[in-house]
């Protein structure tokens, strides 16, 4: 009888963080007093009391699903960690490994020796020890390649052969197939020779005696339809068929589209080879969320919480280098103002607002656009419209929201040339951070990369500088 797992809300995963930390806490406790206390009973004391701690927590994580305990490992201190990750059974080692971010997974990893790290992956599935493989070392994969059958050993190298972000990485080679020209009541006997379907199988897949891919048998019509009739008269054309080489976003929009469970892979002969299921798209989304987000940030990479400090720079100095140059630039671009700084000083107080909403601004168009690529919304032959659209924005927000800070200016200054400058600076840099929101994310898509990596970056650095320069040069030209 298969196991039962709970599985859990945010809130009770948070709980049972809370408790592991207390077992963990309670452990060292006592294990500190026992320490302190001297007698011949010491040793058999300390081992009782630190078998009981353990076996409450073996306890906890046996009862929890592989996810819930990534979810704890990732929330611990590393020695934390590894003292919960070795309570484990390890016939689940593979199945967390899997769901662990990657930098943790490298921590387990560390602690493991090549045995424990060999049976850990021979647990698992040709397509999921693809996605494992990159992390364990090569001598593991060796042995593990030596154990395996032949056929998972040439769906291992097929799965390792395709790159992280095509449909290859993402398929999944467990399918239900059957003959088109067999009858429903003989697909359901040969079903139910099956002590469990496949995760997330929602239709079967109709081929011919070469494996070429016919249709689709939805599992509502093998239940609904007459047992005597034949697949061929009751199956669906496979209206959306992936190709191995095909991108894992073009996948992922293509399963929101038609809300997809699964859908078939075939070679460019037509022939099944696999499947993707909904499952490892969202799997995919997820972690492409987290990628744009850490390079909006300016993080490399997904970073250990608890990662050793030499880690988290080396993780973080890459784009505070070129935040430093930045810097220093608008910097430079304000001491060259220094002699109408000094001359006029509610200009050093003024200069920061028009920098600041420039970005703000330069930001939520870089927002949009990034978005519309990541849809598919936006062609080559479309720039200039968006550029007109976005500068026609830039002017409105410029004009409006400039106009009540040159007010404000004039009021609190009581300079009309000051408040009219202030507009000016304002509506160029709104202008400027148009152009760029639009520019930054269609070149760096022309050329190949992440439209969303560090581009907020570079949005507000040239922002920075070009305001100060505009809103400075301004000032000088028609106050001084």
Do not use: C
Not at 290 to 319: C, T
Not at 379 to 393: F, H, I, N, S
């Amino acid at each position: 009888m298969a196991e039962t797992i709970e599985r859990k809300e945010l809130e009770d995963l948070q709980e049972d963080l809370q408790e592991v930390q207390e077992l963990l806490r309670r452990q060292r406790l006592v294990e500190s007093l026992v320490h302190r206390t001297e007698g011949p009973r010491h040793e058999l004391e300390e081992s009782l009391v630190h078998r009981q701690h353990q076996a409450e927590l073996r306890r906890k994580l046996d009862a929890m699903h592989p996810a819930d305990i990534a979810y704890i490992l990732e929330a611990l201190p590393i020695e934390d960690r590894l003292a919960v990750w070795s309570l484990v059974k390890s016939d689940r080692d593979g199945e967390i490994l899997l769901e662990v971010s990657e930098p943790v997974r490298e921590s387990l990893i560390r602690d493991m020796d090549q045995h424990e790290l060999v049976a850990a992956a021979e647990a698992l599935d040709a397509d999921e020890l693809a996605d494992l493989a990159p992390d364990l070392p090569e001598e593991v994969l060796d042995d593990v390649f030596r154990a395996l059958p032949v056929e998972e050993r040439e769906q291992l190298r097929a799965a390792m052969s395709y790159p992280e972000d095509s449909v290859g990485a993402l398929m999944d080679f467990d399918v239900v197939s059957v003959r088109e020209d067999v009858t429903l009541e003989v697909v359901a006997r040969y079903l139910r020779r099956f002590d469990e379907l496949p995760d997330h199988t929602d239709q079967l897949f109709v081929v011919d005696r070469d494996e070429q891919l016919k249709g689709t048998l939805p599992l509502a019509k093998l239940v609904v339809s007459e047992p005597e009739r034949i697949v061929a008269a009751v199956m669906d054309d496979a209206r959306v068929a992936l190709y191995p080489d095909d991108k894992a976003e073009d996948a992922a929009k293509a399963f929101e589209r038609y809300d997809l469970v699964s859908a078939p892979v075939v070679n460019e002969k037509g022939k099944l080879l696999g499947r993707v299921t909904v499952d490892a798209v969202l799997d995919y989304v997820r972690e492409k969320s987290e990628s744009e987000l850490l390079g909006i940030g300016g993080l490399r990479e997904v970073e250990d919480v608890f990662a050793p400090v030499w880690e988290s720079v080396k993780n973080r100095w890459s784009w505070l280098a070129i935040n430093l140059v930045t810097a220093f630039i608008a910097s430079r671009v304000i001491g060259a103002f220094e002699g109408s700084i000094e001359k006029l000083v509610a200009l050093a107080a003024l200069m920061p607002i028009v920098a600041g909403i420039g970005g703000n601004s330069g930001n939520q168009t870089l927002t949009m656009i990034v978005r519309a690529l990541a849809l598919g919304q936006i062609q080559p032959d479309q720039a200039r419209a968006l550029y007109r659209k976005e500068l026609a924005v830039a002017i409105v927000n410029g004009l409006v929201w400039g106009g009540i800070l040159g007010v404000l200016a004039w009021w609190l200054y009581d300079n009309v040339a000051l408040g009219v400058v202030m507009t000016a600076a304002m509506t160029l840099n709104l202008m400027l951070a148009a152009v760029l929101g639009v520019a930054i994310p269609v070149i760096r898509t022309r050329l190949g990369h992440d439209p969303a990596v560090g581009s907020s970056v570079m949005i507000t650095a040239v922002t920075d500088s070009g305001g100060f320069f505009i809103f400075l040069a301004l000032a000088t030209v028609f106050l001084l």
